[in-house]
């Protein structure tokens, strides 16, 4: 295992799985929908979408030719902070396509041709967010949280940003953006070490970097918490509540940790403080859900409730009720056992395979922190029970929330 720097600043860090046959890359770009500019909204999953439409030297589709007809795999994913490009391929077959991976992503050519039939596919992948109501209540909710930061835009951006985007101008976005120093390699699998080291510098190493770096901002909480929203949807069959908390920047991960545990013991799985009392003994919910969400800039604190025969506002004061106790309280030893188990499972659960391995490394190296599975592990343990009680009054105060009501278009009574 190790962590390294190719001659173009690129890191690329390798992990060696024994026990599998395959081989997992995953290469993390330092950009993401937070970094599009104003004018072009959904530039970098516009881009996502491009970079696979070939180079001046590898035609459309000749990529995933190369992947799948030797058995592989290979997809990508654009969010608020970051791009991703990933392959899962047999070991014997590692060598082959590194460089068509390198050649894809960092000698992009944006066919003009290509570029307009791949903008009819994100349009429409567009049309498809915007008749989901719950995908919509999101998009609100983050407007609203994050007004005036780019965490309150889509990842997808508008039906006119997108329609705007030119071929020159994705490339210049491309080129400004897609540097070697601002990007992480890792590989895990059925590697040799040295061997790999060797393959990524001549397959990577051999783009340069442009140099001049943009400025990043500095890591900072930017949400502001306050508003209730009201909206109606025709397509809403049970009422929806949402309330939301703005939370910690990276690389804040001790806090981080104790609102991953808080929302296990408030809202994941059936003993949960709100499942149990909202759910199971008052049956006022369909369901309800509890997630913390970390970005590098500001995360939040989601808690989401289909609702059945409750009214929104009983709905919302057993939450505060919740809340208010665990400020106040503390939650139990039994309740902080249960959440590190799940957690630590979690954890486990998501690093049994090649890719999954990979994803987490490249993730958390590109995030600034490349804590090991066993130091992931003695973060969660080391967690103490009044931690958790300061972190829910510091972050989750009972005036602090955004409210959304999502509820179903109410059809007007004929007029007699």
Excluded at 65 to 76: D, H, K, Q, S, V
Excluded at 179 to 205: H, I, K, N, T, Y
Aim: hydrophobic share 40%; glycine share 8%; aromatic share 8%.
């Amino acid at each position: 295992d190790c962590c390294h720097v190719l001659s173009n600043g690129m890191t690329v860090i390798v992990k060696s799985m024994p026990v599998t046959e395959v081989v997992a890359v995953d290469v993390w770009i330092k950009t993401g929908s937070r970094h599009d500019p104003a004018w072009g909204w959904g530039m970098s999953h516009f881009l996502e979408h491009m970079v696979f439409k070939g180079t001046p030297t590898l035609p459309p589709g000749a990529f995933d030719r190369l992947i799948e007809g030797r058995g592989g795999m290979t997809n990508a994913a654009t969010s608020y902070d970051y791009t991703h490009y990933y392959v899962t391929v047999a070991a014997a077959d590692v060598a082959e396509v590194l460089p068509a991976l390198a050649e894809l992503i960092l000698g992009a050519g944006i066919p003009v041709a290509e570029l307009e039939r791949e903008r009819l596919v994100v349009l429409e992948e567009l049309r498809g967010a915007a008749d989901d109501p719950d995908h919509e209540a999101y998009q609100r909710l983050m407007a609203q949280v994050f007004a005036g930061h780019p965490y309150g835009r889509s990842v997808l951006g508008t039906m006119e940003s997108v329609a705007g985007i030119t071929a020159e101008q994705m490339r210049a976005f491309h080129r400004r953006r897609y540097r070697p120093s601002q990007m992480v390699v890792a590989v895990a699998g059925a590697v040799d070490g040295d061997q790999l080291l060797l393959w990524l510098e001549q397959c990577f190493g051999q783009w340069p970097d442009p140099g001049d770096p943009e400025g990043e901002e500095e890591p900072g909480v930017v949400a502001t918490a306050g508003g209730r929203l009201a909206w109606e949807h025709p397509r809403v069959e049970l009422p929806r509540l949402y309330m939301v908390w703005p939370t910690v920047a990276l690389p804040r991960w001790s806090e981080s940790i104790c609102l991953d545990l808080l929302a296990v013991v408030l809202g994941q799985g059936r003993i949960s403080r709100l499942v149990r009392r909202l759910r199971e003994d008052y049956g006022w919910v369909r369901g309800i859900g509890c997630h913390h969400q970390t970005q590098v800039l500001g995360g939040y604190f989601l808690v989401a409730a289909h609702l059945h025969s409750g009214s929104p506002e009983r709905v919302e004061q057993v939450i505060r009720q919740e809340l208010a106790a665990v400020q106040q309280e503390g939650i139990t030893p039994a309740e902080l056992t249960r959440a590190q188990k799940a957690l630590s499972h979690e954890l486990l659960f998501s690093s049994e395979s090649a890719a999954q391995v990979a994803g987490l490394l490249g993730y958390y190296a590109l995030m600034g922190e490349l804590p090991s599975l066993a130091a992931s592990w003695e973060w969660l343990q080391q967690v103490r029970l009044e931690s958790l009680r300061l972190v829910a009054e510091h972050y989750l105060p009972l005036d602090g929330y955004t409210l959304l009501h999502l509820s179903p278009t109410r059809v007007p009574l004929p007029q007699s």
